[in-house]
């Protein structure tokens, strides 16, 4: 099965509006991270989020928030009041085990996001 | 601060050839990681460094390919005979496991070496 699954195969958006990518996850490890990165046209990976399995509350940073839901293993990432440069590829990816001491990162295969003037 | 830096950009050799990448991590972070990333997919997991050692190896890592982080700053990854199915973007990334509070030793990468295979 696959650890990180995001299936949307392109998602497009008006400009100033939300979007929500979806991200599921699998694990039978109790303490696990689950991060978004952006990946623009230059190929560079930029960091965005990150929530902790034990985290009580949903990640917030900036446009960006991490819908959370344990129970049902998904990690929504939601950008608010998108802009054109938000147009880029957006990465799931999740850390198993507790901070530091497992520290390989499993990815998924990405959203593509458009953003429209 | 500067963040993590790869060098070259961009590799274009022939089949058969030797090439090695280079990597320099975020200055305090004592983690180090090699990616690969294929076309159309997400990074894939190569191995780490936790200052000098190299804690962990994929079984991507074929023996054609080495690592090294000599003195628990800079990496490099050589690719011995290369082939064409090692054309990729090949991602370093750079992290600090202690004192990593809330971010839980979150991992930051370079801008990427493009590898083409003739």
């Known amino acids: 099965a696959q650890k990180i699954t995001q299936t949307q195969p392109g998602m497009f958006v008006q400009e100033k509006e939300a979007v929500t990518l979806d991200c599921t996850y699998d694990?039978?490890?109790?303490?696990?991270?689950l991060f978004w990165y952006k990946q623009p046209s230059s190929g560079e990976m930029i960091f965005l989020i990150y929530?902790?399995?034990?985290?009580?509350q949903n990640a917030t940073e900036g446009r960006y928030s991490l819908n959370f839901q344990k129970a049902r293993k998904s990690a929504n990432l939601v950008i608010s009041a998108s802009q054109l440069g938000d147009s880029a590829m957006y990465f799931c990816?999740?850390?198993?085990?507790?901070?530091?001491?497992?520290?390989?990162?499993?990815f998924g295969k990405g959203i593509t996001l458009s953003v429209r003037p | 601060d500067t963040g993590v830096s790869q060098d070259p950009r961009h590799k274009i050799t022939k089949r058969g050839q030797n090439v090695t990448f280079r990597c320099d991590p975020i200055?305090?972070?004592?983690?180090l990681y090699w990616y690969r990333q294929t076309l159309g997919q997400g990074p894939e997991f190569l191995t780490y460094?936790?200052?000098?050692?190299?804690?962990?190896k994929s079984r991507l890592l074929s023996d054609r390919f080495s690592a090294e982080r000599p003195k628990g700053s800079f990496s490099t990854l050589e690719i011995q005979r290369t082939e064409q199915g090692d054309s990729a973007m090949y991602l370093c990334a750079s992290s600090l496991a202690e004192g990593a509070g809330i971010l839980g030793d979150t991992q930051y990468f370079g801008p990427g070496t493009r590898l083409t295979v003739l």
């Open positions: 460094f936790q200052n000098e050692a190299q804690l962990e």
């Open positions: 694990t039978s490890d109790p303490s696990y991270g």
């Open positions: 990816a999740m850390r198993e085990g507790r901070t530091g001491a497992n520290s390989k990162l499993t």
């Open positions: 200055s305090e972070h004592n983690r």
């Open positions: 929530q902790g399995s034990y985290d009580q």
